[in-house]
């Protein structure tokens, strides 16, 4: 699970997310992801639902582009949104902390269909590297709530 590193964060990622966990109930989490291009949090109850607003976020920034486009049962509407504006500084948004943990995450590549990046649990002040969503989850599902 994870390769252990020492405590480091890329405060230049435009991507970098603050997972802020409040609640685990059923073994589910639920809290708040914090980013520079909304002031407000993007709140979430359960790992699917983090992993797709994470994944709407990059797709608007187009940062780390995916290298598979998702496939989808009804193809939804191609708006032509513009690229969001930055609302904050990286180094405000990781202020934050969660009720049960921290998470500061930078996904760097997604590639063939899953995430690779690292991410820094706060509280135990050490980052973790992560070759897939799935070993990314594992990561997050190690905190008792």
Known sequence: MGEKQPYYINLSAPNL????MDERMDGEPSG??????????????SFLQMLNLMDQLYDSISFPQASAK????????????PLPVKQQ???????????????????????NSTWQGETVWAEKEQMYRFSSTL???????????
């Open 89 to 111: 500084e990286q180094k405000d948004i990781i202020q934050h902390s969660g009720k049960l943990a921290t998470f500061i995450t930078y996904v760097q590549y997604r590639q």
């Open 135 to 145: 070993e990314f989850i594992r990561l997050l599902d190690n905190v008792e709530g």
């Open 70 to 81: 998702t496939r989808y049962f009804n193809e939804p509407e191609q708006t032509g949104q």
């Open 32 to 45: 708040r992801l914090y980013h520079c291009y909304d002031e407000k949090p993007w709140e979430f109850a």
């Open 17 to 20: 997310v603050n997972i802020c």
